[in-house]
């Protein structure tokens, strides 16, 4: 969440306008979260707090729009986890802007 923020900002002072700001969310768990707030969250979440109110101001705000991506297409996991076989060589090609089908 701060380089999205950081990015942005840097990108509205340089003069270029970002209309939708989305961060993918594979976690549906933490999406309810954030729209239901504190009426969803347990014992278990009472940690979260800062953190919570942080990506909620920031939606509140528009500056980030938050949208649900399968795990199955996470293209960040390339680069965060290590993917064996079909996962692997279906995100390498993604990203060399192959031919998927």
Same mark, same amino acid.
């Given at each position: 969440?701060?380089?999205?923020l950081w990015?942005? @900002?840097?990108?509205l002072t340089?003069?270029?306008?970002?209309?939708?700001?989305?961060?993918?969310?594979?976690?549906?768990?933490?999406?309810?979260?954030?729209? @239901?707030?504190?009426?969803?969250?347990?014992?278990?979440?009472?940690?979260?707090?800062?953190?919570?109110?942080?990506?909620? +101001?920031?939606?509140? @705000? @528009?500056?980030?729009?938050?949208?649900?991506?399968?795990?199955?297409?996470?293209?960040?996991?390339?680069?965060?986890?290590?993917?064996?076989? =079909?996962?692997?060589?279906?995100?390498? =090609?993604?990203?060399?802007?192959? +031919?998927?089908?």
């Amino acid at each position: 969440m701060p380089q999205i923020l950081w990015t942005r @900002n840097f990108l509205l002072t340089q003069g270029v306008e970002v209309a939708h700001n989305i961060l993918h969310q594979d976690n549906k768990s933490a999406m309810i979260l954030e729209e @239901n707030g504190n009426s969803s969250s347990s014992r278990r979440t009472r940690h979260i707090n800062v953190r919570f109110f942080f990506i909620k +101001d920031r939606i509140s @705000n @528009n500056e980030v729009e938050l949208q649900y991506c399968p795990t199955e297409q996470m293209v960040g996991d390339y680069f965060t986890k290590p993917l064996q076989g =079909k996962f692997f060589f279906f995100f390498r =090609k993604l990203i060399m802007g192959e +031919d998927i089908m």
